[in-house]
């Protein structure tokens, strides 16, 4: 009799345990429902919140807008400032650079006065010319030859026409009034001069 007992005991066991085993296949089932029901829930409310009302676009593209305004804005003002310093600075350099001929003529003009040795004068004057026109080229500046040059319009600028002196003169510079000056190759000031005809 003990082993039906323990028999039967066998089989209720088996009984009780397939019923937990329902029980919680039943369970997990229900519990990966309600989580699949709360992910598509929560897929929904980020979808909505994902695409803003009509209102809220327009709005945000009216804060881009003003910002990108601002910011150009900004922009500008600090680039016209900038541009305005570097115009009031940007012969400095250049200015500093001058100074010396700018003593050298002022010592010149002192010592005309007590001087008495015209040659000494001329020759003073003529270090301060070369020194000048050292500066000049430099700094890109050179001067266009223009006396018995073709007459050039690219170059020079015809004041006057007057009779050659000779046949090979004619259409050619016979006086310079005043001197044009390159800067790199680009004419910074036009030859005025008097053509042979």
């Given at each position: 009799?003990?082993k039906?007992s323990?028999?039967?005991?066998k089989q209720?066991?088996?009984?009780?345990?397939?019923k937990e085993?329902?029980?919680?296949e039943e369970v997990q089932?229900?519990?990966?429902?309600?989580?699949?029901v709360?992910?598509?829930e929560?897929?929904?409310q980020e979808?909505e919140?994902?695409?803003?009302t009509?209102?809220?676009?327009?709005?945000?593209?009216?804060?881009?807008?003003?910002?990108?305004?601002?910011?150009?804005d900004?922009?500008r003002?600090r680039?016209?400032?900038?541009k305005i310093?570097?115009?009031?600075?940007?012969n400095?350099?250049?200015l500093?650079?001058?100074?010396?001929v700018?003593d050298?003529?002022d010592r010149?003009?002192?010592?005309?006065d007590e001087?008495r040795d015209?040659e000494?004068?001329?020759?003073g004057?003529k270090?301060?010319?070369?020194k000048f026109?050292g500066f000049?080229n430099?700094?890109g500046?050179?001067?266009?030859?223009?006396l018995n040059?073709?007459?050039?319009t690219?170059l020079?600028?015809?004041?006057?026409k007057i009779?050659a002196?000779?046949k090979?003169l004619?259409?050619k510079?016979?006086?310079v009034?005043?001197k044009?000056?390159y800067l790199?190759?680009?004419?910074?000031?036009y030859a005025?001069?008097?053509?042979g005809e």
């Amino acid at each position: 009799m003990v082993k039906k007992s323990e028999k039967a005991d066998k089989q209720q066991h088996k009984k009780i345990n397939a019923k937990e085993d329902l029980n919680r296949e039943e369970v997990q089932e229900e519990l990966d429902q309600e989580a699949a029901v709360e992910k598509t829930e929560k897929e929904e409310q980020e979808a909505e919140k994902k695409e803003p009302t009509a209102e809220e676009k327009l709005a945000e593209l009216q804060d881009r807008y003003l910002r990108l305004t601002a910011e150009y804005d900004n922009f500008r003002k600090r680039t016209l400032k900038e541009k305005i310093d570097l115009q009031k600075s940007a012969n400095e350099g250049l200015l500093e650079a001058l100074l010396p001929v700018a003593d050298d003529f002022d010592r010149a003009l002192q010592s005309v006065d007590e001087a008495r040795d015209i040659e000494a004068v001329k020759e003073g004057m003529k270090l301060i010319s070369g020194k000048f026109m050292g500066f000049l080229n430099q700094h890109g500046v050179k001067e266009i030859e223009a006396l018995n040059k073709e007459f050039d319009t690219d170059l020079h600028e015809a004041i006057t026409k007057i009779p050659a002196p000779t046949k090979k003169l004619k259409g050619k510079v016979v006086d310079v009034v005043q001197k044009g000056f390159y800067l790199k190759d680009k004419v910074l000031r036009y030859a005025k001069v008097v053509v042979g005809e």
